[in-house]
């Protein structure tokens, strides 16, 4: 079992290839499900919070069990403290608007304005992309965006990148959900809100599940 952590490397792809290289094929989603779980764990850490009790006891139960129940175990820990880290995160974010502004917007258009506008101006990798769309011409924006990006982030920041790329995806799903009036599945609103609040690859890995939470609801709702 390797000792390092996620945040020891300069990407997650580096991460994936110490594992593989390090660790034994049996042991690798174990050690990949830890390494998850220390992501959350510093995450606590830089905010100056107590880990919760509950999750270091449910640890504690997984050190007692075998593969595969223990791996299974693990990962659905680590989902229970990604869904604490969202509310935690959410109503942080939302304590700041004024007391009037806390309560969800009655309809989904209403709801998407809201969440398009917290995104331009709070999710600055967002802000990103918006700056540029209103800056070119609607033939260009795909030719121009990555030399755009390499500009504006430099070319040594792949995961700022490839997360500001993502941005313009969740810009057009998030569009097409306003422009049809259409609710966002369960807990995506959340999720969103505070996706670039995240560090290293728990970053993409949440983002990469966003997007399709958000295009497997947009299938539901046209096949319907």
Not at 9 to 36: N, T
Not at 87 to 116: G, V, W, Y
Not at 177 to 192: K, N, Q, T, V, Y
Not at 210 to 222: D, N, Q
Request: hydrophobic content about 40%; overall charge neutral; glycine content about 6%.
């Amino acid at each position: 079992m390797t000792r390092k952590i996620p945040s020891d490397f300069g990407s997650h792809e580096d991460w994936l290839a110490h594992v593989r290289r390090k660790v034994a094929v049996r042991e690798q989603p174990y050690a990949l499900a830890v390494g998850r779980l220390e992501l959350f764990r510093s995450f606590y850490r830089m905010q100056g919070l107590p880990f919760p009790n509950q999750f270091a006891e449910g640890l504690g139960r997984t050190k007692t069990m075998h593969d595969p129940e223990r791996t299974v175990a693990l990962e659905a820990l680590n989902d229970a403290i990604f869904r604490t880290l969202t509310a935690l995160l959410f109503n942080r974010a939302r304590s700041t608007t004024s007391i009037d502004d806390r309560q969800m917007p009655a309809s989904p258009r209403k709801q998407m304005e809201e969440l398009l506008s917290h995104l331009a101006q709070k999710n600055p990798y967002f802000a990103l992309w918006t700056v540029h769309k209103k800056g070119v011409s609607d033939g260009s924006v795909a030719e121009e965006w990555d030399d755009y990006l390499v500009q504006e982030l430099g070319p040594q920041c792949a995961e700022d990148i490839d997360f500001t790329r993502a941005m313009a995806e969740l810009d057009r799903l998030l569009t097409l959900f306003h422009d049809e009036s259409l609710p966002l599945p369960r807990l995506a609103f959340e999720r969103i809100w505070f996706l670039h609040y995240l560090r290293g690859p728990e970053r993409m890995a949440q983002t990469r599940a966003v997007l399709g939470m958000l295009t497997a609801g947009l299938g539901a709702c046209t096949s319907a």
